[in-house]
């Protein structure tokens, strides 16, 4: 179903049926990562991407009628150890990513449409698989949906508040409410 956000040259191109797609990956970890799934480095958005060609993978990414979280799993394959130390350390539950699609012209080396934001979520599981040379980096990520299902605690008491609102003392006076005994609609016999 086309969005009504998605470029028409890129709707277009989807409906030509031959196309050369690509993926960009964009983290916003403790560093911002950004990927295509070409060759060399390019320049969309005012953002370079590196080129990672075949070693980025995306799982199956599919859409239904319903109000449903649906996840996506991304990798990045021959990752050297120096640069796994890195993303051990800046990767972390609960990140921001975004996962572009667009199309590609391989004889000039340029972008044919404006590329379009796919998916949009938060970094559930990072896993690395570490192999002799390489390793494999593995993202979990969760439709930004899944914030409608978690349970929202808050208490309203001192602490809880000061925590929002620093320096408010309206839950200060709470707990001397409990015991006090209020009159209402009697007149007052003093």
């Not at 277009?12 to 964009?26: D, I, K, P, R």
């Not at 979280?69 to 990140?95: E, K, N, R």
């Not at 080396?109 to 938060?122: C, E, H, L």
Request: glycine fraction near 12%; hydrophobic fraction near 40%.
């Amino acid at each position: 179903m086309p969005r009504s956000n998605m470029d028409s040259a890129l709707l277009s191109q989807l409906a030509a049926g031959t196309v050369n797609l690509v993926f960009f990956f964009e983290g916003f970890f403790d560093t911002t990562v950004r990927f295509w799934t070409g060759i060399g480095t390019l320049t969309w958005g005012g953002n370079s991407w590196t080129g990672a060609g075949d070693l980025i993978g995306l799982s199956q990414m599919q859409e239904t009628g319903e109000v449903k979280a649906i996840g996506l799993t991304v990798s990045l394959s021959g990752v050297p150890p120096s640069t796994l130390s890195l993303c051990l350390g800046s990767m972390h539950t609960g990140q921001i990513v975004n996962v572009y699609i667009g199309c590609f012209d391989v004889q000039t080396g340029q972008m044919i449409s404006t590329p379009y934001a796919f998916f949009t979520g938060r970094v559930d599981v990072p896993t690395i698989t570490d192999g002799a040379d390489t390793a494999t980096i593995g993202l979990l990520l969760e439709n930004r949906l899944i914030d409608f299902e978690r349970e929202r605690v808050r208490f309203f008491n001192t602490q809880t508040q000061i925590q929002y609102f620093p320096g408010d003392k309206g839950f200060d006076y709470v707990a001397s409410l409990v015991d006090q005994q209020v009159i209402w609609g009697v007149a007052s016999t003093s």
